[in-house]
């Protein structure tokens, strides 16, 4: 049980610190606009693993769909490689995240938008 949890936590670091491979232009424009959308405050982090659009935008729904995506099709992998539910990984990635997300940008805490201290 350890080694599993352990492999979950290296393969969720791997999922969070790199950039998905692309698997479209599409996802590679979003993983390319991530970093200024979070700077602009108009996408953060969520406990469930996912991103969220802080503001009402197109493009950051975009941005966040894509992702999501790309996030969902990982989270799964993970889970069935370690016989463990894909609800596990994704509260493991979203601690994760949000435990690494920079000051002063959008994380959901309790389903409101706060910048994180």
């Given amino acids: 049980m350890k080694t599993t949890i352990q492999t979950c936590l ?3 670091m791997l999922v969070l610190s790199l950039p998905v491979a692309a698997q479209s232009m599409n996802l590679q424009q979003a993983m390319s606009a991530l970093s200024e959308a979070k700077t602009a ?4 982090e969520k406990a469930d693993g996912y991103l969220g659009a802080v503001t009402n935008s197109a493009r950051a729904e975009q941005i966040v769909e894509l ?4 996030r969902r099709q990982e989270y799964t992998r993970i889970a069935e490689e370690n016989n463990i539910a ?3 990984v994704e509260a493991m990635a979203g ?3 949000i435990e690494r997300t ?3 940008y959008y994380v959901q805490i309790n389903g409101d938008w706060v910048k994180k201290p």
């Fill in 86 to 88: 894909v609800a596990d």
């Fill in 10 to 12: 290296m393969a969720l």
């Fill in 41 to 44: 405050g108009t996408v953060g």
């Fill in 102 to 104: 920079q000051s002063g």
């Fill in 67 to 70: 992702i999501n995506d790309a």
């Fill in 95 to 97: 601690k994760r995240a």
